[in-house]
């Protein structure tokens, strides 16, 4: 794991993110849990429930329209049903998986690593009378605290990204997957082959979301392969539909944001991050890539 650049998540930022005499794994959980107990709250205000980039049908389409239709979509390629067990990776607040068990009729779990998200989607549920379907587990995803085959399905969006052994994240979602089991998901990836220039604007998107190391579409597929997944489909999710209108509204959040305003910790994390993400899809440096593939 690369301490230097998760030593801190912004500019200006006084906390310490990652204790220098910690191990990998204790590194790796303080970062995260660090981050979201940051800007979880500022998320919640401006990305609405599901924390996850989109695609739209429209230029038009409200943002939480296009959430939905995101976690509809993928639900339906999963072949989520009634009866079926699936497991969320990486829950956060729950909006995916509140909205995927209204729409598919699956009983869903949600695994997080930061108790904080835990609570919100626990108390979220329960507004939603929705706890005889759906609950959350705290949890690391590269130690899943459930049996082998424990589920019929799973899904992510946009979190296996921040495991600092994406290898072992997979093989862990393949171990708790019964055989023949689904697996559908979105993630932040980076291009293949990033020239110097390119690798100048991932960085900052690593740096300012608590990310380790940002992979690639190919080793995307490597990492699904080696977990046991067969006839994976992996691509970049803007051959599904609209990403694009996502970079559009982070730029325009974020426009009215100068280096010299004196603003809150969580709102500096914010506006540097979502400036890095816009600029690095702009060059092509980025992307949200997709899967489809099942346990053999």
Same mark, same amino acid.
């Given at each position: 794991?690369?301490?230097?650049?998760?030593?801190?998540?912004? @500019?200006?930022?006084?906390?310490?993110?990652?204790?220098?005499?910690?191990?990998?794994?204790?590194?790796?959980?303080?970062?995260?849990?660090?981050?979201?107990?940051?800007?979880?709250?500022?998320?919640?205000?401006?990305?609405?429930?599901?924390?996850?980039? =989109?695609?739209?049908?429209?230029?038009?389409?409200?943002?939480?329209?296009?959430?939905?239709?995101?976690?509809?979509?993928?639900?339906?390629?999963?072949?989520?049903?009634?009866?079926?067990?699936?497991?969320?990776?990486?829950?956060?607040?729950?909006?995916?998986?509140?909205?995927?068990?209204?729409?598919?009729?699956?009983?869903?779990?949600?695994?997080?690593?930061?108790?904080?998200?835990?609570?919100?989607?626990?108390?979220?549920?329960?507004?939603?009378?929705?706890?005889?379907?759906?609950?959350?587990?705290?949890?690391?995803?590269?130690?899943? @605290?459930? =049996?082998?085959?424990?589920?019929?399905?799973?899904?992510?969006?946009?979190?296996?990204?921040?495991?600092?052994?994406?290898?072992?994240?997979?093989?862990?979602?393949?171990?708790?997957?019964?055989?023949?089991? =689904?697996?559908?998901?979105?993630?932040?990836?980076?291009? =293949?082959?990033?020239?110097?220039?390119?690798?100048?604007?991932?960085?900052?998107?690593?740096?300012?979301?608590?990310?380790?190391?940002?992979?690639?579409?190919?080793?995307?597929?490597?990492?699904?392969?080696?977990?046991?997944?067969?006839?994976?489909?992996?691509?970049?999710?803007?051959?599904?539909?609209?990403?694009?209108?996502?970079?559009?509204?982070?730029?325009?959040?974020?426009?009215?944001?100068?280096?010299?305003?004196?603003? @809150?910790?969580?709102?500096?994390?914010?506006?540097?991050?979502?400036?890095?993400?816009?600029?690095?899809?702009?060059?092509?440096?980025?992307?949200?890539?997709?899967?489809?593939?099942?346990?053999?």
């Amino acid at each position: 794991m690369n301490e230097q650049r998760l030593d801190t998540v912004a @500019p200006g930022y006084s906390g310490e993110l990652v204790p220098k005499s910690a191990g990998p794994a204790a590194t790796y959980a303080k970062t995260i849990t660090d981050y979201y107990d940051i800007v979880t709250d500022l998320y919640r205000m401006g990305w609405d429930e599901s924390h996850h980039f =989109p695609m739209y049908t429209s230029g038009d389409q409200p943002l939480a329209e296009a959430l939905s239709y995101t976690e509809r979509f993928f639900a339906d390629r999963g072949g989520f049903r009634p009866g079926m067990r699936v497991l969320d990776v990486g829950s956060g607040v729950g909006g995916p998986a509140l909205n995927i068990a209204r729409h598919s009729g699956a009983h869903v779990t949600g695994v997080d690593l930061t108790a904080k998200r835990i609570d919100i989607a626990r108390v979220r549920t329960e507004d939603a009378e929705l706890s005889h379907r759906v609950d959350f587990v705290l949890g690391n995803m590269m130690e899943l @605290p459930f =049996p082998d085959n424990s589920f019929d399905g799973a899904y992510s969006f946009e979190a296996l990204c921040y495991a600092s052994d994406k290898r072992l994240a997979y093989s862990e979602i393949g171990r708790v997957l019964k055989p023949g089991s =689904p697996f559908v998901g979105t993630d932040w990836l980076q291009a =293949p082959s990033l020239s110097p220039a390119q690798r100048a604007l991932v960085d900052p998107v690593c740096r300012c979301h608590a990310i380790a190391e940002m992979t690639s579409l190919d080793r995307l597929r490597d990492n699904l392969q080696a977990a046991g997944f067969a006839n994976a489909e992996v691509g970049n999710l803007d051959e599904l539909g609209d990403v694009d209108t996502n970079w559009r509204l982070l730029e325009t959040l974020t426009a009215a944001v100068t280096p010299d305003m004196d603003l @809150p910790d969580a709102l500096k994390i914010m506006t540097e991050g979502g400036q890095a993400l816009y600029r690095a899809a702009d060059a092509g440096a980025f992307l949200i890539g997709y899967w489809q593939a099942r346990k053999s």
